[in-house]
């Protein structure tokens, strides 16, 4: 049963309820070994950071800011700081310098807290640059602190300040005082499409999306959920809280490239994701399938078949499958379906919510048909992540993203856009009144930027509106429906489709390396590196036989006429991929012009 106290205290109530039963999962930075907190050790750890943050000075209402991935000490610092009416702002544990400078300048923040070496070295180029900056806090011991640095201080040494809890009768008034308008976090938004902006969230928003969530997402105490996105990733924020206000069990996943080998190791039966966690399972086992002998890719390729018409034909659309067809797939579903999900360690699957970006309805059938709940929705920072989801029992459509929750009100504009009003949507952006002017129109209906309609009372998306193309010709394109078709390829590890203002479309493709090394090793073609495989006749013609198979169903004006091979992946260092790995396509534009007018010539 949910519990929806105040963030200052819900940690604290929940401990009550389940004492030494264990709350988190984690590992220590540098570690292999998992460990585990109960409720109880994490209220008062939770309880040493807000008395230690109050002897340190910070006021209610004051920002700090955390620089890290995820692990049990942001936890408790975010926790600590809700307990002293504290506003906790995420940074994302990838950002470059410069963005930390302008969060910390922004908000006035006088506290860092950082995750590793390479946080903590940022941190500290940039501390002369902040004004306001005191003191950065190193939640890994194992950090080489600068030996001109008298302002640093290991999360160890900070939390003695607090370790007897000597400031308690003050928290304790704060907790009192606490109250739904104040403001909880300040998310800065990554910006695809310019500065980037802090988005403000109250613990009224917070309160109305745990309610609303509660109502369609049946997660709950007996579950083990993966904290795999970054804690910075409103996705998973408001993910993670909702579990833990149902009482479920949080499992730490600090490097995001090892969640394969978390997953196998502690099985978790839900964990949030982006749809290229997806993409990539769906690749990885294709690949297996297809290097399987004659008699298992047939018994495979039957179960697929079978768990796609008694999940996608008959229970996605809210009709009962025939008793043969559900003992067929009974029998499937314990004995092939099974080795897929034990290989993924999601042998107690329950749901996984899925979201952030466009879902191909190729990976979608196919998670399903393994036998695996994902739960598609849509949101964005401003409404507290979720606007829409998949609810699991109910009939939903391949390609929706579900239905509206309860609290939100959604309207689509004449040209197409979505515009949302309810309590779970932003009060505005931080110190950005010009922003907020255009963001908000005179009915107080939000608007998000995305296009999409309504059928059935399922919302569907078509594209960003801003990252429409229009060909010289004309017509429109969608360049993030035609990526995500081509994502599920398994000789594609990233594409950037180009058209704005173009005759036909383009698009730059970075190979998925290793397979098509291996590709290219099989058929004998001689390499010594990147640059050359890229520019290999075969292996273009070969990727774009691919290519050509993948978009049969496009209309002829949105399909791909030419690609070129990078050598190289678009990255956040260039400044071609935000903190949420989203294409900023002028930056990718930029930095690829020559090549791309290369494609052009006639």
């Known amino acids: 049963m949910q519990n929806n106290s105040h ?115 940022k941190a500290h180029r940039i501390f002369a640059l902040c004004p306001t900056l005191e003191r950065i806090i190193i939640f890994d011991r194992s950090v080489r602190i ?131 966690f997806w993409e990539k399972v769906y690749m990885a086992v294709k690949d297996k399938i297809e290097k399987s002998s004659a008699a298992k890719q047939k018994i495979f390729r039957h179960a697929l078949a079978v768990g796609r018409k008694y999940n996608i034909e008959y229970l996605s659309r809210g009709k009962r499958p025939p008793m043969s067809l559900a003992l067929e797939y009974k029998l499937l579903n314990s004995s092939v379906m099974s080795l897929v999900r034990k290989e993924l360690g999601l042998q107690n699957a329950h749901f996984f919510p899925t979201a952030g970006a466009y879902v191909s309805p190729e990976v979608e059938e196919f998670v399903h048909s393994v036998g695996l709940n994902m739960v598609v929705g849509y949101g964005l920072t401003e409404s507290l992540a979720t606007v829409s989801c998949d609810h699991l029992g109910e009939a939903y459509t391949i390609g929706s993203v579900g239905r509206p929750i309860s ?9 197409g856009e979505i515009l949302l009003k309810g309590p779970t949507i932003t009060c505005g952006y931080y110190k950005r009144d010009d922003a907020n002017a255009v963001a908000f129109d005179e009915d107080g209906f939000f608007h998000t930027g995305d296009a999409g309609y309504m059928r059935n009372g399922e919302l569907f998306l078509t594209e960003r509106i801003k990252d429409l193309y229009k060909t010289s010709n004309g017509k429109y394109i969608a360049p993030q429906m035609v990526e995500a078709m081509l994502l599920v390829d398994k000789y594609i590890d990233q594409v950037a489709v180009i058209a704005d203002q173009r005759k036909f479309v383009s698009a730059l493709i970075v190979p998925e390396f290793r397979l098509v090394e291996e590709w290219a090793s099989s058929k004998g073609l001689k390499f010594e590196n990147r640059e050359q495989l890229c520019q290999s006749k075969e292996v273009h013609d070969m990727i774009m036989e691919r290519i050509d198979t993948l978009q049969q169903r496009l209309a002829h004006y949105e399909k791909i006429k030419r690609i070129t091979l990078i050598a190289h992946h678009f990255s956040m260092e260039s400044g071609e991929l935000t903190n949420t790995l989203k294409l900023k396509r002028a930056v990718v534009s930029r930095n690829f012009k020559d090549v791309i007018d290369k494609m052009y010539e006639e």
């Open 146 to 276: 600068s030996t001109h640095d008298p302002n640093a201080l290991y999360f160890e040494d900070f939390i003695a300040l607090g370790e007897n809890l000597p400031r308690q009768t003050q928290v304790e008034e704060l907790w009192k005082q606490a109250n739904y308008e104040d403001v909880c976090n300040i998310i800065y938004t990554s910006g695809t499409t310019g500065e980037s902006k802090g988005v403000v969230l109250t613990y009224k928003q917070y309160d109305a999306a745990m309610k609303a969530n509660d109502e369609c997402v049946p997660v709950g105490e007996k579950d083990r959920v993966m904290c795999f996105l970054p804690l910075a990733h409103i996705f998973e924020r408001g993910w993670a809280y909702l579990c833990l206000t149902e009482g479920a069990h949080l499992i730490l996943n600090t490097y995001p490239k090892e969640i394969q080998q978390s997953m196998r190791e502690t099985h978790p039966s839900c964990m949030c994701s982006v749809p290229r």
């Open 7 to 121: 963030y200052s205290v819900l940690i604290h109530e929940q401990a009550e309820k389940y004492g030494n039963r264990a709350a988190l999962t984690f590992r220590m930075f540098g570690s292999l070994e998992w460990k585990q907190v109960s409720w109880k050790q994490f209220s008062l750890r939770v309880k040493q950071v807000s008395n230690a943050m109050l002897n340190l000075g910070i006021k209610p209402q004051e920002s700090i800011v955390v620089f890290a991935q995820n692990c049990i000490q942001y936890l408790y610092t975010d926790f600590g700081a809700y307990g002293i009416r504290a506003i906790s702002i995420p940074i994302y544990a990838t950002s470059s310098e410069q963005q930390i400078q302008y969060v910390v300048q922004d908000s006035g923040a006088r506290f860092l807290f950082v995750g590793e070496q390479e946080q903590y070295d």
């Open 407 to 415: 609290s939100i009100e959604v309207k689509i504009s004449d040209d």
